[in-house]
């Protein structure tokens, strides 16, 4: 008998599962559906099984990257996706519930991990994008945004989609000839070069990764804005520091998952700081669809150390007490599954360039991160929000209209 046998059988309802344990005997759980996947894995040590026993998420993830558990019948995704699919967020199941206790102490590991102080921020930034340009030009657009596309039409390509991401979140800066921009997190380059060529403003690019830094400035030469497009290596809140009221607009794209909770305030202050008087922000960051919780165990230790995807109600209450006024939240639904299941395909496409690139457990590590990155959002109480916040309460027209007409003419 499987030793995974009373988790599987509590979770495993709609979709097959079945496990083909060391010893040779399988066992099966749940039955045939429409719409669930049938997956079949084998395991070719019991230390395999008993990581899963002791973390779900963790032990499934390291014996699936040492070759302990294999996927003899469908892939990683929809393994993950099954397991997800049968305990999802939106009717209150979960694959664990904590006590009290528990929670207490998952919120603790999450607000030491996530301290971040400036040089542990590096760090953490180096950790997951100096890992070489080259393998993230594998799975991304062509123009390498590593967010949320947005698709508003379902037959659109991946670059479409980011296309239309970076025009909606134009439209929602309320943008006007002459301004100064600042793109805290601004990976390669690729939001702050299409700001400058949607309108005539000046943009100031930070990140804190020196891989992204080089080729973001390589493409702003090569775009025809290095005139008014600029990147610098530096912490946000060194740059408050030294730039106290410089910007009219603010875009933060896919940065503040790294602040950490212990942060939050921080950020909210130095941004707030940053702008004039009549400044505007936009946020754009993963985010929780019910109340704060943890990091896993398998993100902090292969993904993101440091990082934390808060929820909303965090969020805003630590924008309260720099006074920032929140004029407009979009929640991102399904956008970012459909964005992972893009990445996950190229990513499948690409098997040999990156095992050759890095290695065999890299790889099986990589899309373990992004198919269940693609069940949470699918699954999970994983969202994508667009925060609009300003400094003052006349700063943005009364009604959202200017959006829309923006956005049509951007597009």
């Not at 596309?149 to 970076?166: G, S």
């Not at 921009?181 to 990140?207: F, K, N, P, S, Y």
């Amino acid at each position: 008998m499987s030793i995974l046998r009373p988790f599987l059988a509590r979770v495993i309802r709609h979709g097959q599962l079945t496990v083909l344990s060391p010893d040779g005997s399988s066992e099966s759980f749940g039955a045939p559906a429409a719409g669930y996947p049938e997956v079949t894995v084998r395991f070719t040590t019991r230390k395999g099984m008993r990581r899963i026993i002791l973390d779900p998420r963790l032990g499934a993830a390291e014996a699936f990257m040492d070759g302990e558990m294999e996927i003899v019948q469908g892939d990683i995704m929809e393994l993950i996706g099954l397991l997800r699919a049968n305990t999802p967020w939106d009717r209150g199941a979960k694959l664990k519930d904590k006590t009290a206790l528990g929670e207490w102490i998952e919120g603790m590991k999450t607000r030491l991990n996530s301290i971040n102080r400036r040089r542990s921020s590096r760090a953490n930034v180096a950790h997951h994008y100096d890992i070489g340009n080259d393998l993230y030009r594998l799975f991304l657009d062509s123009d390498m945004q590593y967010s949320c596309a947005y698709w508003p039409r379902p037959d659109m390509t991946l670059e479409e989609a980011q296309a239309a991401k970076k025009a909606h979140i134009a439209a929602k800066l309320a943008l006007a000839p002459g301004q100064r921009v600042l793109d805290i997190g601004c990976g390669w380059g690729g939001m702050a070069i299409a700001l400058a060529q949607l309108e005539r403003v000046e943009v100031l690019g930070i990140t804190l990764s020196e891989e992204q830094l080089a080729l973001a400035r390589e493409r702003a030469t090569a775009a025809g804005v290095a005139d008014r497009v600029r990147f610098e290596l530096i912490d946000y809140r060194d740059l408050a520091e030294r730039e106290v009221g410089g910007f009219d607009r603010i875009v933060s794209v896919g940065m503040f998952e790294h602040v950490g909770a212990a942060n939050f305030e921080t950020f909210f202050r130095a941004c707030a700081n940053l702008m004039t008087a009549e400044g505007v922000m936009l946020l754009h960051t993963i985010g929780r669809f019910g109340k704060p919780g943890a990091t896993d165990a398998f993100t902090r230790k292969y993904i993101f150390p440091g990082g934390y995807i808060p929820a909303l109600s965090e969020t805003v209450a630590a924008s309260e007490k720099s006074r920032l006024i929140v004029t407009d939240v979009e929640t991102l639904r399904l956008h970012y599954a459909r964005t992972l299941r893009q990445w996950y395909a190229r990513t499948l496409a690409h098997r040999d360039e990156i095992v050759a690139m890095m290695d065999e457990r890299f790889y099986r590590m990589w899309t373990f991160y992004l198919a269940g990155a693609t069940a949470a959002f699918e699954s999970g109480g994983m969202g994508n929000y667009q925060i609009q916040f300003a400094r003052s309460r006349h700063a943005l027209p009364l009604t959202r209209d200017y959006m829309a007409e923006a956005e049509g003419h951007y597009l």
